[in-house]
Each structure stands twice: as C-alpha cells, then as structure tokens.
DNA sequence: CTGAAGTTTCAGTAATTATTGAAACTTTAG
DNA sequence: CTAAAGTTTCAATAATTACTGAAACTTCAG
C-alpha cells in the first residue's frame, strides 16, 4: 500500500480535519484511506499505508464501526478480516449528522428539560429559565427537523437541497393551495 | 456575582459541552452566564462568578466577540466595559452554524477542488478522483443550501421547521402545481 | 492439540490544547 | 502630566487527549 502524492494529500487533510469533525487524526486518515481505496483492505496494510501503530489502527477500526462508517469483509480461504466503506456519501454524512447530534445536543437537552421542571426560586432564576427554555426549544427543534430530514428519501432530499433558495417560493405555493382546497 | 445551583449547574453542562461546539471549556461558560444574565456584566464579575483568570476571562471575551455571540456595551460615568449577548437565540445559532462551517468545511472544499483539477495518473487515482468528486459535490450541497436557510426570514425558517416531515408532501404539492401551470 | 498468524488491550509516553498569572500596556480622573 | 484603575499579552505550566508497542488473547490449519 503505497499512497500516490494525491492521495496522501487527500488523506493527510482529512486527519487534521479529523478532530474538528468529531474523530481523531489517525481516524480520519484511515477513513480517508478506505474511501478513496477501490478494494477492502486489511488493518495491517493500513498501518503500513498510514504508518501508524498495529493498535491504533485497531482501535480506530472499531470506533469507524461503530458510526457504522465501514464494513468488515472477508476473502475465502484468507481468514483476515478486510474492511471497506458502508453505504453511499449520503449515508456518510448522515450516520456523521447522526452521531454528532447524540453527542452534541441529546446531553444539553435532557439537562435543559430537567432544568426546566425546577421552580424558579427568585426573579433572577426566573429570567434565567426564560431564556434555558428558548435554547431548549431551538435544540429540540432542530433535533426533530434533522431526524425528519434524515427519513426523507434520498431523492426527496436532493429536490430540496437543489431547491435552494426555492425553498421561499414553495413555502408561498403551499399557503396558496391550502388556500384553494379549503375553498 | 454569585451564582444559584441551578444556574451553575447549567454553565458548567455549557462548559463541558463547549469544546464539543467549537470553543474551548471556559468559553463555553462564560458564554452560558452571558445568556442566562439579565444585566450586562463586567469581565471582573465574569472571572470572579467561574473562578477563572482575568487574562483567560480577556482571551474568551475576544474569541465570543469574533463570533459575534457578544456585544460591548458601556454604562454612563463609567469607563468599564460591559458585556451581554448579542441577538436572538435563532441569531446565535445561525453564528454558530456559520462559524463551523468556515472551519469544518471551508478548508476541505478548497482542498477538493484543487485535487481535482489534478489529471489522474493510474486507474487508482481515477477511481481516487472519482469518490474525492462526491465528497465534493456533498460538501457543496450542504454549504451551498445552508446559507440559502440563512438567507430565508425568521419565519420562513420557522414554518419550514415546523413543516417537518411535511416537506415531503409540500415537494409533491409543488410538483402538482408546476404541472398545473404547464396546462 | 499445538503453534503460527492475527487481533485486542492497556499502561506508559508523547503531543496537543487550555489556563494561569505576572508584566506590559492603555485610559482617564484629578 | 501623573498615577490609579482597568485591560491585554504571552511565556510557563497544567490538563487533556492521542499514540505506541509489548503482552495477552483468539482463531484455526495441520
């Protein structure tokens, strides 16, 4: 597993993204790999191709797994496990979307609620809960939102994306024609 | 400035959760008491109610202000800066979301778009170039509708988050429309 | 059943990132 | 203009997080 210098630019830039999107460098550089790389591979040839530890390669397989990122394949009469990207793009950013709402919101929101069910002991908890619930109420409504968007059909989803700033005009469209069907 | 359990309790979860939202710990909770305080308050106070250094309290202060999250204000015959902050939450939100895109995506795409503009060197560059081109396309998508949502007026937003899963059947009414009008 | 090949775990260490606090700088009342 | 009050900077240090590599474990061909 010999990188190419596009590749490794590839993949170099996706570890230091890595961090910001919520894995660690070595992992995003494995993931890098395994997108951009036609055939499964084993956790060995991407230690070699990453140069990074037999264990670390081990540890980031599983957490990849685990986001459901990737898929463990097995080649008959070779009893090594060979590992491959899960699911289309879409399905990438997705399962991200996923996961980084579970760890970025599911925790603030079930504090907030919590928080929430307190009786506000003076004018300045009062105020303090005012404004706890307007947060609360943002967060859950992306949450439901961007789980409503995650059930759409693909198709669906890519109308709406490449609706843009349509998005306006058939928000007018429907007001019209619940209009015209309640007359 | 002495906080009550239940607003500690909330500026310490924002701490925790901050560095998982793009700033670090104490940015996140002087953040927090920022939103859950009425009145404008000093950096002393600030320092003084999260038991942090004055110097840190100044650094987060500045990185707050670069986001736009707050705003100086200044209370007559008295030379000290105050601050609170700085618009609605849906306001903050959209600071937010803008920000990390800046940071998550931004680099990536520049990056993308170079690589391909690379002529492939073997079959495994191609199919390299191939899957680089959908992550492109990905990433463009989402940063291109997301700043068309932030074009949409509060309400806009506000009916279309509401819609749910209901956008689904708006696409179908819209495509009904456009037919109708092509009659 | 044995051992060779492969995999996982985890304690120790390295690398990164956040925080302090003291010194330098700025502002303005007197 | 001076000095007191306030603010900012940044080098040193602390805290956190990632990574290595050796040892323990697992699997299966022979």
Redesign the interface.
């Known amino acids: 597993m010999k990188m ?1 210098p ?2 490794e ?2 993949v170099m ?2 570890g230091e ?1 890595g961090s ?3 894995f660690n460098r070595t992992v995003g550089q494995m993931y890098a790999l395994l ?4 055939d499964p591979i084993s956790a060995n040839q991407i230690a070699e191709a990453l140069s990074i530890s037999r264990g670390n390669v081990s540890m980031g397989l599983k957490e990849l797994q685990s986001w459901q990122l990737i898929q463990l394949q097995h080649k008959p009469a070779d009893r090594k496990d060979y590992f491959q990207t899960n699911g ?3 399905d990438m ?1 997705n399962r991200v979307f996923e996961e980084r709402r579970k ?2 919101m599911d ?2 929101l079930s ?2 609620r919590d ?1 929430l069910l ?1 009786t ?3 004018e ?2 009062q ?3 005012d ?2 619930k ?2 609360h109420d ?1 967060l859950e ?2 949450t ?2 961007s789980s ?2 995650q ?3 693909p198709e ?1 989803l890519d ?3 490449k609706l ?2 349509g ?2 005009k ?2 007018d ?2 007001d019209k ?1 619940l209009k015209r069907s309640n007359e």
Do not use: C
Request: no cysteine.
């Open positions: 190419t596009m590749i630019t590839f830039h996706f993204m910001r999107w919520g997108v951009i790389t036609k289309s793009i879409w950013a760890r970025e925790p603030t504090l907030l928080i307190d506000p002991a003076n300045q908890e105020h303090a809960q404004k706890l307007e947060v943002l409504g992306i439901k939102w409503e968007l059930r759409l059909s669906k109308t709406l994306m843009g700033s998005v306006g058939v928000l469209m429907k024609l």
